[in-house]
């Protein structure tokens, strides 16, 4: 029988580095929904991601526990990353670069600093 590893939760007698870099290499954390090849509504999948962060701050604000809120900002992030694919099929925008733009974007604006220094 064979463990899992907690950080992936996949069998550690699987090729676990060679998933850990892929997943560090990708820009999406979920699989594929089914809309994410099939729909070319991008607007309607924009309205989806403020849906789902909808949810997430009524959750916050009716007593929601903080596995529910937890639950509803990942939902926001899954159907983020289902806008991401769709625009990735219909434009093959690069998705990776665009998280490195974002990412560049936020470093220059101090995002990723903490009172101990930067991250």
Request: charged share 25%; hydrophobic share 40%.
């Amino acid at each position: 029988m064979s463990q899992t590893d907690p950080d992936y939760d996949v069998p550690s007698d699987m090729a676990c580095d060679a998933y850990k870099e892929a997943i560090a290499d990708s820009a999406y954390r979920f699989p594929a929904t089914r809309w994410a090849t099939t729909s070319t509504h991008i607007a309607e999948q924009a309205r989806k991601v403020c849906d789902e962060a909808s949810e997430a701050f009524y959750a916050t604000k009716h007593g929601a526990s903080l596995e529910d809120v937890a639950d509803e900002l990942l939902d926001t992030i899954h159907a983020a990353e289902t806008g991401l694919r769709i625009l990735q099929a219909l434009n093959d925008v690069d998705v990776n670069a665009a998280c490195a733009r974002v990412e560049a974007k936020n470093r220059a604006r101090g995002y990723y600093e903490f009172s101990g220094g930067a991250l």
